[in-house]
């Protein structure tokens, strides 16, 4: 089944030829497809951060991706082609990231290219992709995307950006925890991001934020840091990625201890693929945590997040089902599964056959808007802007109770919607 969407604008819809109307013959080599105009299967590419400090992620997105391919493939494909994914590392490094599309674009001839999450990798790959005119669908959350700054080939359809994030979530934070706020983000984009959005959407609640720490991403130690957060913060803000995130949570409670301290309102990346029962995070007790889906399975868990969560092995803790000290990055992996279904929802409406085909798919996606909650989008409804290219979802606050992050609030669609600042569908392919 494809995603609902609906509202699409008709001007973009009347350049889509619609489905590719399949025979009855078997594909040679994939029992139960049926023949389309081309037999040859669908090759996708996947950006794949194996190494660097995006490791972590990698490792699960790629676990995510091979799921959600396997529940793809059983149900026939994509226009009655099966569906290979080709994944190469790019060492989350912005360099080897645009050689990696090179490779996949050019070498394996690839249909379509979709996966980074490192904002910095992201912006240095961005551009060989649209000189490479190759379909190119990030599963990332900065802004990159739609501040204009990359090109039409570049879309984000299955993960929102740190600007529609920090706007839903900063009237509950300020409300509800304090308006008085340190940040302490990693230096660079998507680190960049976050100070200067969430900075204005606290100024937008009455607040202000007193003091912002940027943290080199590839710091080890973070001790350093703690003394210049001010005396009088009332909110302590903090999101860190990369390898050393557990030093940082740590060293973070080893420097206020058992005195008073903060309220601490964590984006869930400083503890993506941490186990919250490590040694030393006892701190984090009753400490409250931004997830793009909830790590902890909840009581009111759709069906479809239910089924999602067993077919990518993944527990009620947030665990892998084979280990558990294997933690998830659950708040953004299901950005794999949802953007290859959104490819294929994609490819279905434009009809697609071949690589000539690929202006006709970034069309067809820009002609989508909403996408209903399902066994497709389990994390939940979200709305997309063609113009854009960027995705709108719900966003959850969570609490840690007894060692388990238990969702508090749960924000709208229209929470984190901000105004469009470019509009890709008017510029050259």
């Known amino acids: 089944m494809k ?47 194996r190494t660097g400090i995006g490791a972590a992620y990698g490792r699960w997105y790629e676990r995510t991706t091979q799921a959600a391919l396997k529940r793809l493939n059983e149900a026939g494909g994509i226009n009655g082609r099966p569906v290979e994914v080709i994944f190469e590392d790019d060492g989350t490094d912005p360099k080897r990231g645009s050689e990696v599309v090179e490779k996949l674009a050019s070498q394996h001839g690839c249909d379509a290219i979709f996966g980074p999450l490192f904002s910095h990798v992201v912006i240095g790959s961005a551009p060989r992709a649209g000189e490479l005119k190759v ?47 340190t940040m302490v983000f990693p230096d660079y984009a998507f680190g960049h991001d976050h100070r200067d959005f969430f900075t204005a959407a606290v100024e937008a609640q009455g607040g202000e934020v007193i003091a912002q720490l940027a943290i080199p991403p590839t710091e080890t130690s973070f001790t350093r840091y703690f003394p210049r957060i001010p005396a009088e913060t009332e909110v302590l803000y903090h999101v860190m990625v990369g390898p050393a995130v557990l030093t940082f949570v740590k060293e973070l409670g080893e420097f206020y201890g058992s005195g008073e301290k903060p309220q601490i309102f964590g984006f869930i990346d400083s503890l993506e693929a941490v186990d919250l029962a490590s040694p030393g995070l006892e701190f984090l007790e009753g ?143």
């Open 135 to 181: 379909p190119y669908l990030v599963c990332s959350e900065g802004f990159h995307v739609a501040s204009g700054m990359l090109n039409r080939w570049t879309l984000q359809p299955g993960i929102t950006d740190v600007r529609a994030q920090v706007t839903a979530m900063a009237p509950w934070v300020t409300q509800t925890l304090g308006k008085k706020v």
């Open 287 to 429: 400490t409250h945590f931004w997830e793009g889906q909830c790590r902890t399975q909840q009581p009111d868990a759709t069906e479809a997040e239910i089924a999602y969560r067993a077919a990518v092995g993944v527990d009620a803790n947030g665990a892998s089902v084979a280990d558990p000290k294997d933690i998830s990055t659950y708040s953004h992996m299901f950005s794999c599964w949802e953007t290859l279904f959104i490819l294929k929802a994609g490819m279905e409406a434009a009809g697609y056959q071949s690589t000539a085909d690929r202006k006709k798919l970034v069309e067809a996606i820009e002609a989508m808007t909403t996408m209903s909650a399902g066994t497709e989008h389990p994390q939940g409804d979200k709305r997309f802007n063609g113009k854009t290219h960027q995705v709108f979802g719900h966003q959850f606050i969570s609490r840690v109770e007894g060692g388990k992050l238990i969702r508090v609030h749960t924000t709208s669609l229209e929470d984190g919607m901000y105004d469009d600042m470019v509009d890709y569908t008017t510029q050259s392919f």
């Open 3 to 49: 995603p609902q969407m609906i509202n699409a604008t008709p001007s973009r819809r009347s350049v889509l030829k619609g489905l590719t109307a399949g025979g009855a013959l078997a594909v040679g080599g994939f029992p139960g497809f049926l023949q389309a105009q081309s037999s040859a299967p669908i090759k996708l590419g996947f950006q794949l951060h």
